[in-house]
C-alpha cells in the first residue's frame, strides 16, 4: 500500500461542525482507504493526517464528503 500526507485546512467558523461531523459520523472513509494517524494545528485552523491505500482516487470520494468544510491536499510519500 502507499502512503500519502493529506493536508486539511478548515474554513472559516466551521471547526466546530468539523468535530461534530466527526463524533457522530467518524471520518466517513470509503471502503479501503485508511487513516494511519494525525495531528492538529489548532491555531491555524490545519490537519495533516496520515493516510493509506492502493486506490489514491478514493480521495476524491472522501474530499467529497467533506468539501464545504475544508479545502485538501494530497501529497503521495515515497517509500
Known amino acids: ?3 500519502y ?3 486539511e485546512r478548515f474554513k472559516d467558523g466551521s ?3 468539523i468535530y461534530d461531523r466527526m463524533a457522530s459520523n467518524g471520518r ?3 471502503e479501503g482507504l485508511y487513516y494511519l494517524n ?3 494545528n489548532r491555531e491555524s485552523h490545519v490537519c ?3 493516510m493509506e491505500t492502493d486506490s489514491p482516487e478514493l480521495f476524491e ?3 467529497g ?3 464545504e468544510l475544508v479545502d485538501f491536499e494530497l501529497f503521495p510519500i515515497d517509500d
Open 65 to 67: 464528503f467533506w468539501s
Open 48 to 50: 495533516f493526517q496520515l
Open 61 to 63: 470520494d472522501w474530499f
Open 1 to 3: 500500500m502507499k502512503k
Open 28 to 30: 466517513m472513509l470509503p
Open 5 to 7: 500526507i493529506v493536508v
Open 15 to 17: 471547526i466546530e461542525t
Open 38 to 40: 494525525s495531528w492538529v
